[in-house]
Nanobody, 116 residues
Framework: QVQLVESGGGLVQAGGSLRLSCAASGSIIDINVMSWYRQAPGKQRELVAA???????NYADSVRGRFTISRENAKNTVYLQMNSLKPEDTAVYYCKAWKAVLGDYWGEGTLVTVSS
């Protein structure tokens, strides 16, 4: 089992920044990919960014150039630095861990609200 706890959400004005954290615990040694997803009201959950165990990142087109995903292995933590935030970035942000054999593990989410 993998436990994921997100933190860092909150209310910010458009153009501002936030950094989300996702702390992983439990059976984390064979996690292949860590990702951030988001779900806005009335919309489907969508992938925001992902990072492999080797450190290779990928981003959704809507956030590329504004968001940065990183990981700190010593702390078993993945971060999402969000800059130049827009009202359309408002959503609940979820952390996900993926293992090739066992599948997905999700955190409970953290709310990000961007005011115009």
């Amino acid at each position: 089992q993998v436990q994921l706890v997100e933190s860092g959400g909150g209310l910010v004005q458009a153009g501002g920044s936030l950094r989300l954290s996702c702390a992983a615990s439990g059976s984390i040694i064979d996690i292949n990919v860590m990702s951030w997803y988001r779900q806005a009201p009335g919309k489907q959950r969508e992938l925001v960014a992902a990072i492999t165990s080797g450190g290779s990142p990928n981003y959704a087109d809507s956030v590329r150039g504004r968001f940065t995903i990183s990981r700190e292995n010593a702390k078993n933590t993945v971060y999402l630095q969000m800059n130049s935030l827009k009202p359309e970035d408002t959503a609940v942000y979820y952390c996900k861990a993926w293992k090739a054999v066992l599948g997905d593990y999700w955190g409970e989410g953290t709310l990000v609200t961007v005011s115009s």
